[in-house]
C-alpha cells in the first residue's frame, strides 16, 4: 500500500493525505476480509465522510455482479450499486445521460467509441497498484513475446491515452487509460458430444452440411459476423484481411454466404438471449452452435453432455478463439472524494476477490496471481490451469459442477488467450453491416 | 345513436353554455405531461435525425442524408412487409378472438360480477412479467416441448414439428398471447354501451341471429374494434424484443434494426429511422380513424 | 346483461362462444402453468422442462435476495411507481375525458398528440427524454424521468378508455344535481364520481399493468435503479434461474387476492348505486 508521495492528493480540509487515508483504510478492510469478512480499523473521519458515497457501477450482469459490489462495499466502507443492463442499453445510457453513471463498465471496443465522446476520464495507471501485475496480453498486446492478436479490438489497443482529458486513444504505452480490464473470456463452439460423434477443432463444422438444421449462431450483429468469418474462413472461402474491420466487399461477401446457408435451412436459430443458447442445446434443437462458456456450464448442469470446442490457432493462421474482454472506466464527472472513493474501488478488484469469484463463473482476471490467493489449489488449477480436479469443483455460491477428475475444456487461460483469432469490435463499415445484417435475418 | 345518448345530446342544447374554459383547464394536465415527455423528446430526436455522424461522434448540422439512407434502402422495404405482415396476421387473430370473448362475457354472462371476474382472470397473466411470459413459451414450442412430445406420444405426428418455435408462428402466438387483451378490452367496454331492448327490438322486427350481428351488434362496436384495431397494430409495430427472441433471430423487425443501430451508437440513422416510423403510423392510425370517427363514436358531441 | 337468453335456455352461440372463452383461457394460462409449476423446482432447477427437484428453493432466492440480479429491490421500485402511474393515470385521463366532452381551443392537437404518444417507437422516445434530463441537468430516476415516460404510455390508454366511459355516462344526472343547486365540487363528489367508479376502477387497472409490465420506454429512463421487466431482461443476458418463474407465482397468487377484494369493492359500490337509484 505504499505509494510515492507523488500521486498523494493532499485534502484541504483535514490537511491529511487523502490518498493515505483511504489507502490505509482500504488495506486494513481489505487484510481483514481476508481473514474473517469482518470490517476494523477504520480512521473514524474517513469512515464517517466515504460512507455516504455511493458509486454506480453500471454494465452487463456477468461482468456487474451484485455479490462482487456487495463485496467490494463491505471492504470498502462506501455504498456501490451495481445496475444490470444488457450491452446496447448500457453503451447508449453512458453516451446519452454519462451523469447517471459513475463506473461505466465497457468492452474495449465501446470505450473506443465512448472515448471521443469526452464522456470518459483517462485512469492514471500509477494509482492502480496492480497494473504491473495485470496480464501484458492486456497493458502491452502481448504475452510471452509473442503479439497477440489485433484483428477486431483488442483491449490493448482501446486502452491508453496521452492524458487524463484526451479524447483520442493512442497507440503505445502511456500513463492514462480509458478502461481497466476486469473480466474476460475467449468464446468459441459449443457442440453436443453425443450427437456430433467427434472432437470439434475448427470453426467450419458451424457450417458443414453434416448439422443442416442443427447449427446457431448469435444474433449480436457485430459478433456475430465474426463468428460466421471465423467459419468461412476456416472452411477456406476467403481470408480476411482484418475480421474485425471488413471492408464492404468482405461484408458482402460474408453476409451473402448466410444468406445462402440460411436459404439451405442450415440455422435453427440465431440466439439472443443466455438461456435461448443453452436451452437449444440442451434440447437438442441444435447440435452446434456459437456459445459462451458459462452456457456451456449450464447445459452440464443439466446432465447433458456439452463441449466447449478448443479452437486452437493453427500453423496456417486458421481458427483461434474470439476473445472478449469487460473493463471499467471512470465517468468524467467524477471528481473528490467520489473520485478518490472509485480509485479505491478499482484498486479493489485487483485484489484477488473478484478475480477468485468470476473464475468460479469461467471467466478470468487480468491478475491471476491475486486471484489464487483466494482460491483453493484445486480450484485455481481446475479453473486457471487447465488441470485435471482433485476434488469437487463449486460454483460461486457452492453449488457442485465439476467432479474430481474433470478438466477444463480448452486447457489452460494461457492455452485460450495465446489463440485469440479476434476481438469483440466494431467496424468502421459499422452501418453497412448492420444494416447486411438485417438482411441476412430478414432474408 | 343510443337513446341515452340523444337525451343527453338533448338536455345539452337545452344548456347552452359555454364549457370551454373549464374544459380547457381539465385538459391542461393532460397537455403538460405530453408536452414534457413527448413533444419535447421527440423534438430532440427529429434533430438529430438531421445530424451528420461517424462512428465516433454526432456532429449537429443539416443533412437528408439519413433518410435518404433509410428510405432507399430494401431493407427497409422488406423490413415493413414484415411487420405489415405480421401485424396484418396478429390484427386478424385478435380482433376474432377479442370480439368473441368480449361478446361472450358482456353479452352471454348473466351476473354482470362474473363477468367483471372472468374478465380480470384474463388481466391475471399480465402482472407477470411480458418478458417471462414470452419465455414461458420456450418449454412448450421446442422441438423437445410439451406439445411435441405430447403430438409425438399420441400418434399424432412420428417427427417433432419445428415450425412450433423459432419461426412466423412463434412470434405470432407470442404476440397474440401479450395483446389480445389489447382488443378485449375495448370492445367489451363499448359492447357494454349497447342498450339491450335493440336486441329484443332486433328480434321483434324479424332479424335472424345473424341480422343483428350484422347491423346492430358490429356497427355498434364500432368504435371498440378501431380502438382495439390501433392498439394491437401500434403494439406490433414497435415490437423489437418478441419478434427478436421469438423468431429465433429469424426476423428483424423495424425497431429491432433500429435498436440494432443504436447499440453501436448510429443515433442519427436510427433517429430517422424513428420520424418516418412515427410518421407512417401516424398516417395509419389518422386513416383508420377517418374510417371511422373514433372521438365522434365514443363522445355524444354537440 | 345477458339479454339473449332472458328467455331461458341458451342458444347455440352461447356453448361455442364459451368454448372459445375457455379455448382462449387455457391458451392465456397454459405456458403460465408451467411457470407455476417449474418455479417449484430444487436448487438444480432450470427454466425448462423436466422438473429437477422439489421445493421452495426459489421462492427463498427470491425473498432473500438470491444469487443473480435483485429482483426484490426491482420489486420495491416497481410496486409504487405502478401505483404512482395508476393514480396520476387516473386523475389526468378522468379530467381530460371530461375535458373532452366538449370541443375547447386546442382540442384537436390534444387529441392527435395522444395518438402520437400512443404509436411514437417506445425506445427511441425514452432515449429522447433521458437526453433531455441529461441537457436540463437533472437526475433521470423511475420516480421523475420513467414516470412520466410511462405516463405517455398509459395516458393515451386511460384517456380512451375515459372516452369510452363518458359516452356510457348520461350527463343529465350531472344536470339535475345542478338544477338542485349543487355546487360544482358537491356535483362532482356526489354524482359524477361515484357514478363513474367502475369505468375509472378499468382505467386504474389498465394504468397499473401497463406500468407494471412496461419495457421500451423506461428503458433509457429508469435512472440507477432498474425495474422488474428491465432486470428481467438483464438478467436473460446470463444464467436465468427459476427465481423469476417464482416471482411469476407469487404474483399470480397475489394478484387472486387482490382482485377479490376489488370485486367485492365492486359489489359494495353496486348495492349502493341500486339503493340510489330506488330512492
Known amino acids: 500500500m505504499d505509494r510515492g508521495k507523488k500521486d498523494q492528493v493532499t485534502s484541504k480540509t483535514t490537511g491529511v493525505t487523502r490518498r493515505e487515508l483511504l489507502g490505509r483504510a482500504a488495506a486494513a478492510a481489505t487484510g481483514v476480509a481476508v481473514g474473517s469478512g469482518a470490517i476494523t480499523g477504520f480512521p473514524t473521519i474517513w469512515a464517517q465522510e466515504i460512507k455516504d458515497i455511493t458509486l454506480r457501477h453500471v454494465g452487463v450482469s456477468y461482468s456487474v455482479v451484485q455479490a462482487i459490489g456487495d463485496q467490494a462495499a463491505k471492504d470498502l466502507g462506501f455504498k456501490v450499486s451495481m445496475q444490470n443492463l444488457d450491452t446496447s442499453t448500457a453503451i447508449t445510457r453512458f453516451i446519452t445521460q454519462p451523469q447517471s453513471v459513475d463506473i461505466p463498465d465497457l468492452e474495449g471496443w465501446q470505450a ?36 497477440v492478436s489485433r484483428q477486431g479490438i483488442s483491449p490493448y489497443e482501446a486502452m491508453y491515452l496521452p492524458s487524463r482529458d484526451a479524447k483520442q486513444i493512442v497507440e503505445g504505452v502511456h500513463d492514462f487509460v480509458s478502461f481497466l480490464p476486469q473480466v474476460y473470456n475467449a468464446d468459441s463452439i459449443g457442440y453436443r458430444p453425443d ?11 458451424l457450417f458443414s452440411p453434416a448439422y443442416k438444421g442443427k447449427a446457431a449462431i448469435l444474433d449480436v450483429p457485430n459478433i456475430g459476423i465474426m463468428d460466421a468469418a471465423l467459419a468461412l474462413e476456416s472452411r477456406g472461402d476467403l481470408v480476411y484481411k482484418n475480421k474485425g474491420n471488413m471492408t464492404r466487399a468482405e461484408i458482402d461477401k460474408t453476409i451473402d454466404a448466410l444468406i445462402a446457408l440460411k436459404k439451405q ?36 448442469a443439466r446432465g447433458i453432455p456439452c463441449i466447449y470446442a478448443a479452437v486452437n490457432q493453427r500453423p496456417d493462421g486458421k481458427e483461434g478463439y474470439r476473445g472478449w474482454c469487460n473493463g471499467m472506466g471512470l465517468m468524467r464527472h467524477l471528481k473528490g472524494k467520489k473520485l478518490e472513493a472509485a480509485y479505491e474501488y478499482l484498486n479493489w478488484y485487483y485484489e484477488g476477490w473478484q478475480g477468485a469469484f468470476v473464475a468460479r463463473h469461467g471467466y478470468y482476471s487480468p491478475v491471476p496471481a491475486t486471484a489464487e490467493k483466494f482460491m483453493t489449489p484445486n480450484e485455481y488449477g481446475y479453473w486457471y490451469l487447465g488441470k485435471p480436479a482433485v476434488d469437487v469443483i463449486k460454483d460461486p455460491y457452492g453449488a457442485p459442477i465439476a467432479k474430481p477428475g474433470a478438466v477444463r475444456d480448452g486447457g489452460s487461460f494461457i492455452e485460450r488467450f495465446s489463440n485469440i483469432s479476434c476481438w469483440n469490435t466494431v467496424m468502421d463499415e459499422n452501418q453497412y453491416m448492420i444494416q447486411r445484417w438485417n438482411e441476412f435475418k430478414s432474408a | 345513436m343510443s337513446a341515452s345518448a340523444t337525451l343527453v345530446a338533448a338536455v345539452g342544447r337545452r344548456r347552452e353554455r359555454s364549457w370551454s374554459l373549464s374544459s380547457l383547464l381539465l385538459a391542461l394536465p393532460l397537455a403538460a405531461v405530453l408536452v414534457c415527455f413527448v ?8 434533430a438529430v ?112 414439428l419445428g415450425f412450433l418455435l423459432y419461426s412466423d408462428f412463434s412470434v405470432i402466438v407470442s404476440y397474440v398471447h401479450l395483446f389480445t387483451i389489447f382488443m378485449i378490452v375495448p370492445i367489451f367496454n363499448a359492447m ?37 384495431s390501433v392498439f394491437v397494430i401500434t403494439l406490433v409495430m414497435g415490437d423489437f424484443y418478441v419478434v427478436k427472441v421469438m423468431s429465433g433471430g429469424s426476423l428483424a423487425s423495424v425497431v429491432s434494426a433500429m435498436v440494432d443501430d443504436i447499440s453501436t451508437l448510429l443515433f442519427p440513422h436510427a433517429a430517422a429511422s424513428a420520424v418516418i416510423l412515427l410518421v407512417v403510423l401516424t398516417l395509419l392510425v389518422a386513416g383508420i380513424m377517418r374510417l371511422v370517427d373514433i372521438r365522434r363514436e365514443l363522445v355524444a358531441e354537440r | 346483461m345477458a339479454i339473449v337468453s332472458a328467455r331461458g335456455g341458451r342458444p347455440w352461440t352461447f356453448y361455442v362462444l364459451a368454448a372459445i372463452f375457455v379455448g382462449y383461457v387455457a391458451f392465456l394460462y397454459g405456458p403460465m402453468l408451467c411457470i407455476y409449476v417449474l418455479s417449484f423446482q430444487g436448487p438444480q432447477g432450470g427454466l425448462t422442462f423436466p422438473m429437477r427437484g422439489a421445493g421452495l428453493h426459489w421462492f427463498n432466492q427470491l425473498l432473500s435476495q438470491g444469487d443473480t440480479g435483485d429482483l426484490i429491490g426491482a420489486i420495491s421500485r416497481s410496486l409504487p411507481l405502478a401505483v404512482l402511474v395508476m393514480a396520476i393515470t387516473v386523475i389526468v385521463s378522468f379530467a381530460a375525458g371530461m ?26 422516445l425514452g432515449i429522447g427524454i433521458g437526453l433531455m434530463f441529461q441537457l436540463l441537468g437533472w437526475n433521470t430516476d423511475w420516480y421523475t424521468s420513467a414516470l412520466g415516460a410511462q405516463l405517455s404510455w398509459t395516458l393515451p390508454f386511460g384517456l380512451l378508455i375515459m372516452f369510452a366511459v363518458f359516452g356510457r355516462y348520461d350527463r343529465a344526472y350531472e344536470e339535475a344535481a345542478r338544477d338542485l343547486g349543487a355546487f360544482p365540487v358537491q356535483t362532482l363528489r356526489l354524482v359524477v364520481v361515484p357514478m363513474l367508479l367502475p369505468g375509472v376502477i378499468a382505467v386504474a387497472l389498465f394504468g397499473f399493468t401497463l406500468s407494471y409490465d412496461e419495457f421500451a420506454r423506461t428503458l433509457q429512463t429508469v435512472g440507477s435503479s432498474n425495474t422488474v421487466p428491465i432486470e428481467i431482461w438483464s438478467m436473460t443476458q446470463n444464467v436465468t434461474t427459476p427465481s423469476i418463474y417464482a416471482l411469476g407465482t407469487l404474483t399470480t397468487a397475489l394478484s387472486f387476492v387482490v382482485i377479490g377484494v376489488s370485486l367485492g369493492t365492486i359489489a359494495l359500490i353496486q348495492r349502493r348505486r341500486v339503493g340510489m337509484k330506488s330512492l
Open chain 2, 39 to 46: 413533444v419535447a423528446p421527440l423534438i430532440s430526436v427529429v
Open chain 1, 112 to 147: 473506443k467509441v465512448a472515448v471521443p465522446r469526452g464522456i470518459l476520464q483517462g485512469i492514471e495507471v500509477k494509482r492502480i497498484k496492480h497494473f504491473d501485475e495485470m496480464l501484458p496480453i492486456f497493458t502491452k498486446g502481448e504475452y510471452k513475446g509473442k503479439k
Open chain 3, 99 to 124: 375535458a373532452f366532452r366538449a370541443r375547447f381551443p386546442g382540442s384537436n392537437w390534444l387529441f392527435y398528440l395522444v395518438v402520437a404518444s400512443l404509436v411514437a417507437p417506445g425506445y427511441v
Open chain 1, 265 to 300: 435451412g442450415q440455422f435453427r436459430a440465431t440466439w439472443t438471449t443466455f438461456e435461448q443458447s443453452v436451452e437449444l442445446m440442451a434440447a437438442g434443437e441444435v447440435e452446434i452452435q456459437s456459445m459462451w462458456s458459462p452456457a456451456v456450464t449450464a447445459v452440464l
Open chain 2, 192 to 228: 357494454s354501451r349497447i342498450d339491450p331492448a335493440l336486441f329484443e327490438a332486433s328480434r321483434d322486427a324479424g332479424a335472424s341471429r345473424w341480422q343483428t350481428m350484422r347491423l346492430v351488434v358490429l356497427p355498434l362496436s364500432k368504435s371498440g374494434i378501431v380502438l382495439g
Open chain 1, 195 to 205: 450427437l456430433i460423434g467427434h472432437p470439434v477443432t475448427q470453426w467450419k463444422e
Open chain 2, 49 to 160: 435525425s438531421v445530424f451528420r455522424y461517424d462512428n465516433f461522434a454526432v456532429i449537429p448540422g443539416f443533412t437528408l442524408e439519413n433518410y435518404a439512407s433509410v428510405l432507399s434502402s430494401r431493407l427497409t422495404l422488406s423490413l415493413y412487409l414484415t411487420m405489415i405482415r405480421l401485424a396484418a396476421i396478429t390484427w386478424a387473430v385478435t380482433l376474432v378472438l377479442g370480439f368473441c370473448v368480449a361478446y361472450f362475457l358482456v353479452f352471454h354472462v348473466r351476473s354482470k360480477l362474473i363477468a367483471i371476474g372472468l374478465f380480470l382472470a384474463c388481466t391475471v397473466p399480465f402482472w407477470t412479467s411480458n418478458i417471462i411470459r414470452m419465455i414461458s413459451w420456450l418449454p412448450l414450442l421446442g422441438r423437445q416441448g410439451i406439445i411435441n412430445q405430447a403430438l409425438l406420444t399420441t400418434g399424432v405426428i412420428h417427427q417433432p
